[in-house]
């Protein structure tokens, strides 16, 4: 294990990097108004011990939520993620400890402003309310002028980014914020995180597989992502996203430390030669935004489902919400994203149509089937 090099940083009474342990979070997958779910969400992941909780915070009535549920779970550690409401962070900052924001979102907003200006905003309420702050750059939200930028290479558009968002951190004089990196491919995960790492060895570093999906291929994800850059000395908190029922998420927890007692005692799993060669499901780890509970079930279902084509080299996303799932999907062969009653199908970045949850699962198929024909039977008969 190579020693971090990272600064530490406060959120709340935790400290994260350089030799502070490595903290385990997770997410509450609930939607944040409804009280009495988010309230058993977060005793079932502060009975798994997770270091930091993380909460979506969209509007005003979800800060309300937010107040109500501070009252009544006053010691542990929360993280809100920004959403793409930036202007949020003063009412939702007092209530936290470290707020996430995404750059690939701050363009939503008040398009009069520039990107500095907003992340001047969101760094005052993070200073005045003694608040972390995480600069969270997602594969399926890259800021587009970082994507045109560097369009053949995303890993580069995704890094570019994260740095010099921490340069205009730094000129602003705010110091306690961390960085994270992430995308469904564990080896672009590595390939980011490795990237940043050379460059701002001085910046911790939250580490997570996005979209890793259900157990066991999600875990399998996530431990060669991990296993390769906590090993180098990379990574100074840790999520574990899973596809899981809400009443399990506390698994995200027990699954994390289970990875960093592995290698921190050098027992490295070998991959399955060939893993991600064949058949790969990716599925978002569910969160607020969920419109319908058929959610984790029809991920199941589409695993079991597409068992059959196994050997092909097809991927197929299956995501939670309108939110971020048409996005999110596009660089599948096949995506179905979710609504509150029907789910909708696409082919790469084109839609199909929208179905039933009872549909779906045949018109997937359909598709399934035409691609294996259109993709590679036709290179057998080469
Ligand atoms: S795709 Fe939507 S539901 Fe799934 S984790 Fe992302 S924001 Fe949440």
Known sequence: MQLRK????????????GDSPIAVQSMAATQTQDLTATARQIEVLEKANADIIRIAVDN????????????????????????ENYKLAPLVAPWVDKIRYNPGHLFHLEKD???????????????????ALRIGVNCGS???????????????????????????????????????????????VIDA???FAAERPDVPLHLGVTEAGLP????????IAFEQLISAGIGDTIRVSLTLPNDDKGQEIDVGRELLKDISEGRFRSVPENFLDGLN???????SRVENDKFVDLAQDVRKMTEYAEKYKLTIAVMGCRVNGPGETDDADLGLWCGPTRVNLKKGTET??????EEILKELKKEVDQMILEKFEALELN
Request: with cysteine.
């Open 6 to 17: 990272t600064r530490k940083i406060h959120i709340g009474k935790l400290v994260i990097g």
């Open 60 to 83: 005003e009535k979800d800060i309300e939520a937010l107040k109500i549920l501070r009252e009544k779970f006053p010691d542990s550690t929360w993280s809100v993620d920004l959403q």
């Open 113 to 131: 402003k520039s990107i500095r200006e907003k992340v001047q905003f969101i760094v005052e309420a993070a200073r005045e309310n003694q608040c």
């Open 142 to 188: 890259v800021d587009p002028d970082y994507k045109e930028k560097y369009k053949n290479d995303s890993t580069e558009a995704m890094v570019r980014c994260a740095v010099d968002h921490c340069q205009m951190l730094d000129e602003m004089n705010f110091e306690n914020y961390c960085v994270s990196l992430k995308d469904s491919d564990s080896d672009k």
């Open 193 to 195: 995180n490795r990237r």
């Open 216 to 223: 066991p291929e999600g875990i399998i994800k996530t431990r």
């Open 281 to 287: 499901i990716i599925a978002c780890p569910s969160c």
């Open 352 to 357: 199909l149509g929208s179905f039933s949850y």
